[in-house]
Nanobody, 116 residues
């Protein structure tokens, strides 16, 4: 079955950086687009970044453009989110996701807290 396991979250000061990882299994990873989403307390889950199956096409929320970079390793079945110049408003639980055979799958999430 599809499994997505995020890691790399934590507490970071404003202006700092973090790299999130999402290890995927249970499907042919290289065939499917992947995405990162986040949900802050009291807010709806939002798309942060997406990447096509081969990695050549990416898209970003306006709020993270120029600060976050999504990438993938189709040998390691892992998708990454490099986050730089972090702001307090980036504080959220971050989820990776894929859409597979008509269903959207989510990982368990990893907490990112940006605070001094």
């Amino acid at each position: 079955q599809v499994q997505l396991v995020e890691s790399g979250g934590g507490l970071v000061q404003p202006g700092g950086s973090l790299r999130l990882s999402c290890a995927a299994s249970g499907f042919t990873f290289s065939y499917y687009a992947m995405s990162w989403h986040r949900q802050a307390p009291g807010k709806e889950r939002e798309l942060v970044a997406g990447i096509a199956s081969a990695g050549g096409v990416t898209n970003y929320a306006d709020s993270v453009k120029g600060r976050f970079t999504i990438s993938r390793d189709n040998v390691k079945n892992t998708v990454y989110l490099q986050m730089s110049s972090l702001k307090p408003e980036d504080t959220a639980v971050y989820y990776c996701s894929t859409y597979y055979w008509g269903a959207r799958y989510w990982g368990q999430g990893t907490q990112v807290t940006v605070s001094s």
